[in-house]
């Protein structure tokens, strides 16, 4: 999803800050991963980054909460 995208589409209310730091997280974090890392919605903390590797298979009411996805960076098939 593109960031303009999620910012134009979302409710004034919405917390950019703390969108665009999960983003950059989730970025920084799949670097370091062979797993994608997702970008959640929370009800504390406005948004949050979960690695693929720490849940497994996301649940599904981990799934309905996830607005970015972003790949990993590592590849194990050399």
Do not use: W
């Not at 999960?22 to 979960?50: C, K, M, P, W």
């Not at 649940?59 to 050399?78: F, G, Q, Y």
Request: with cysteine; aromatic share 10%; net charge negative.
């Amino acid at each position: 999803m593109i960031v303009s995208a999620v910012l134009t589409a979302t409710p004034l209310d919405f917390d950019q800050a703390a969108y665009l730091a999960a983003l950059d997280r989730a970025h920084a974090r799949s670097y370091h991963s062979y797993f994608n890392q997702y970008v959640l919605t929370d009800d504390e903390a406005g948004f949050i980054t979960v690695d693929e590797g720490d849940y497994g298979a996301l649940a599904p009411r981990l799934l309905e909460r996830v607005i970015e996805t972003v790949p990993s960076k590592l590849c194990d098939e050399n």
